[in-house]
């Protein structure tokens, strides 16, 4: 559907990062993919470029797994943004780990913050800023996430935003490892209930999300998860073949499906 996924475990994608995390030399951003991105990047090029921008783009959900086995390129499993961060933070504090928190309010991010350094002492909170600012604030925003020198930048914004943004400025923001990773800020800082294990692990978490927000997300749902299935569906039965008939190609590596 246009947009290449890295086959990658958690198990690996958190080693990974915090193999990056040392290299000050380079900026990486580590985008999570889920139905609803996937299908907001057919009519936003800008968040499709970003995609394929990220240096590891996961299967930031079991639909997109699941999907994978019907074509036959199979993801290994789901990895999703917020327990990816969860588990950095959990294990940061034996490692030194130093962090910024963008996103969420004022309220929110906040929260986060007392909460990381009661639970997570050895975590270095390195700075953090809400996730309302306008494009005048870029400058500041980005200098204050450069002069923290924190190792793992944490993006709490919404799609597209969030990966156009870190892909656009992430050599100004010199940190080793972006993770782009939404409404995660609100989970972890307590404000937002998750889905039980047995949901997540039932593919049905959207539907949890819909259950909480019904009047915003119905829409959201209702159109991206439809396409999707009609997508995934024609692709099944065409194949991976493109208008003209030819194999798509241009993978960006032997890891990318």
């Known amino acids: 559907m ?9 198990d690996e994608t958190y080693e990974t990062c915090m193999e990056w995390r ?10 999570p993919v889920n139905v609803t991105i996937l299908m907001m990047m057919r009519r936003m090029p800008e968040l499709r470029e970003a995609a394929a921008l990220g240096d590891l783009v996961l ?29 950095m933070l959990a294990d940061g504090g034996d490692r030194g780990l130093r962090v910024f928190f963008l996103g969420a309010t004022e309220e929110v991010v906040t929260r986060l913050v007392e909460l990381t ?15 309302y600012f306008s ?18 930048l944490f993006v709490g914004i919404s799609s597209p935003f ?20 939404g409404g995660s800020f609100d989970v972890l800082a307590g404000f937002v209930r998750r889905a039980p294990r047995w949901v997540q692990n039932a593919g ?10 019904p009047r915003r997300l119905w829409k959201r749902y209702l159109v991206n998860n439809s396409l999707f299935v009609w997508l995934l569906a024609k692709q099944v039965v065409l194949g991976p073949w493109d208008r003209k008939g030819d194999r798509r190609g241009g993978t960006q590596g032997p890891s990318r499906t």
């Not at 639909?63 to 969860?86: F, I």
Request: hydrophobic share 40%.
């Open 135 to 152: 494009e005048e604030d870029y400058p500041d925003v980005i200098r204050q996430v450069r002069e923290s020198m924190a190792d793992v």
């Open 204 to 213: 049905m978490e959207w539907f949890w999300r819909l259950s909480q927000e």
């Open 162 to 181: 969030k990966e156009v943004w870190s892909c656009r400025f992430r050599a100004e923001l010199s940190v080793p490892v972006t993770l782009c990773v």
């Open 2 to 10: 246009g947009c290449e996924i890295d086959a990658i475990t958690e």
């Open 22 to 31: 040392t290299d000050r030399g380079a900026s990486r951003v580590v985008i």
């Open 59 to 87: 299967a930031d959900g079991l639909p997109l797994v699941w999907a994978s086995r019907l074509v036959g390129t199979r993801l290994p499993e789901r990895v999703n943004g917020c327990d990816l961060m969860a588990r």
């Open 117 to 131: 350094q009661d639970r997570h002492p050895g975590v270095e909170v390195a700075g953090y800023r809400n996730g």
